[in-house]
């Protein structure tokens, strides 16, 4: 069983278009994050939602939301794509409180937008 | 400003052979430290967790050290396969119990080739 499944693995799209990335995770944690890989391979926090509330909201544009319906999930819904949105995004999960605080990754989405 | 840098930022070594990966970090408050692998196309994988009191730690191949006094770490492989090539990338922990928070900082990473 996959820890932390995310979907699409790739999604290739136009610009001016809008896309969504569901995440899951069924460790029971209780933070969960995305995270944006550039072309360097250089992680970088963009959100982090503890029990569904949102703890860290990097220099992202607001043409990104994040919207996590219960613990297990945090999907990411971006508008109005542009070229510099070509990465692949990771969402990750760990457990804080009480917990080892590992941060377990999904496999990743690449997106291209042409 | 927290801080983790890595080095080499990549290496091509024998199959056989060891090297070693450097991370030197100025993070605080210092939780743990922790060395993730990436393979191409995958997401990273956590292989060891240092914490202050621990100096060694070993995974198999893989041996990470850690001076807390010079904000040091490093990852050693031996016997080097081929299925190490990978990135590798340190990650330290800045939690504070006053403020509530819990960081990760992320290290840019080493891609290791490993030729036959």
């Known amino acids: 069983d996959t820890a932390v499944s995310q979907t699409p693995k790739y999604l290739v799209t136009q610009m001016g278009n809008d896309k969504s990335i569901k995440c899951e995770q069924n460790?029971?944690?209780?933070?969960m994050y995305w995270y944006k890989q550039d072309s360097k391979k250089f992680l970088k926090i963009m959100f982090s939602?503890?029990?569904?509330?949102?703890?860290i909201n990097e220099t992202v544009p607001n043409r990104f939301s994040p919207k996590s319906p219960d613990k297990a999930h945090l999907n990411l819904h971006i508008n109005s794509l542009e070229l510099g949105d070509s990465a692949v995004y990771f969402c990750?999960?760990?457990?804080?409180?009480?917990?080892?605080?590992?941060?377990?990754f999904g496999e990743g989405s690449r997106l291209t937008v042409l | 400003k927290n801080q983790v840098e890595q080095s080499p930022q990549s290496l091509i070594i024998l199959e056989g052979k060891n090297c070693t990966l450097q991370?030197?970090?100025?993070?605080?408050?210092?939780?743990?430290l922790r060395w993730y692998k990436q393979d191409t196309g995958r997401g990273p994988v956590s292989l060891t967790i240092?914490?202050?009191?621990?100096n060694t730690k070993s995974n198999g191949r893989y041996t990470a050290t850690l001076d807390a006094d010079t904000k040091q770490s490093s990852l050693h492989i031996t016997a080097s396969q081929l299925s190490d090539s990978a990135s590798y990338i340190c990650?330290?922990?800045?939690?504070?119990?006053?403020?509530?928070?819990?960081?990760?900082?992320f290290g840019t990473g080493t891609r290791l080739k490993v030729l036959a």
């Open positions: 991370c030197n970090y100025t993070v605080s408050p210092f939780s743990n």
């Open positions: 990650v330290v922990s800045a939690a504070s119990v006053t403020s509530g928070t819990y960081k990760y900082i």
């Open positions: 240092m914490t202050f009191s621990e």
């Open positions: 939602y503890n029990n569904k509330e949102l703890i």
């Open positions: 990750a999960s760990s457990q804080i409180l009480l917990g080892t605080g590992e941060l377990f």
């Open positions: 460790l029971g944690h209780d933070t």
